[in-house]
């Protein structure tokens, strides 16, 4: 059974900080894994895509990597604001077009 | 382009009745998925369909039941409602393959 992990489970920055938020997995058998934040009370934003045959992608000040076989992921936020602060979720998806989900890093960028 | 819409925003329901939350996905979109999201056990896959048909279930009990239409709309079912059951409900749509999942914004379910 695919168990992700993300740590920390909570992170507090002054603005202009650059940060690196974790995510680990159990089950390297992925087909793609995927960043997303989530404001309070609100659906998910989708933030990266990285398919299982790519090592990293960008958007802005985001980058996120992948080592399958290592079972890691890494999403750095370069240059944060308090305009990011909310919870940062890692999801993988393995067989099944499901998504299993870690428990999420809730960022707070202070101005 | 118009994302994934998720009808009610919020709902509130007495114990043992039912409900009926909607999703529609975006244009194009084949795969519609459903997830159950609780303070204390985060994000849960309820199932997944795909031109119709469910393809993959997750592991909740048979209260909890969806379908597809033709039109790939997809609608979930929670009967006999318990208080356990209050939760956000998402729906997210895929085209299938390596294209990532887009999620709606949520149905908040509250159960009393």
């Known amino acids: 059974k695919q168990e992700v992990t993300q740590i920390p489970a909570a992170l507090s920055v002054p603005e202009g900080e650059n940060l690196v938020l974790n995510c680990s997995f159990t089950d390297s058998a992925i087909y793609n894994l995927q960043w997303f934040r989530q404001d309070p009370g609100k659906g998910l934003t989708s933030l990266l895509l990285i398919q299982s045959s790519q090592r990293e992608q960008t958007s802005g000040r985001l980058n996120a990597s992948l080592d399958k076989s290592s079972g890691r992921s890494t999403l750095y936020i370069a240059a944060s604001q308090p305009g990011d602060s909310a919870t940062y979720l890692c999801?993988?998806?393995?067989?099944?077009?499901?998504?299993?989900f870690g428990e999420g890093t809730q960022l707070t960028v202070n101005p | 382009k118009a994302g994934v819409t998720q009808t009610p925003r919020y709902l509130i329901k007495t114990r043992g009745q039912q409900v009926t939350l909607s999703c529609s996905p975006i244009?194009?979109?084949?795969?519609v998925s459903w997830y159950q999201q609780t303070p204390g056990q985060g994000l849960q896959f309820l199932f997944e369909y795909f031109s119709e048909t469910q393809r993959n279930k997750g592991n909740f009990p048979g209260r909890f039941s969806g379908r597809q239409f033709s039109n790939s709309r997809s609608e979930m079912n929670v009967s006999t409602l318990e208080l356990g059951d209050s939760a956000l409900y998402l729906c997210?749509?895929?085209?299938?393959?390596?294209?990532?999942?887009?999620f709606g914004s949520g149905t908040r379910l509250t159960v009393v």
């Open positions: 999801a993988v998806e393995t067989s099944g077009s499901r998504l299993t």
């Open positions: 244009s194009g979109h084949r795969s």
């Open positions: 997210a749509s895929s085209l299938d393959g390596d294209y990532g999942y887009t």
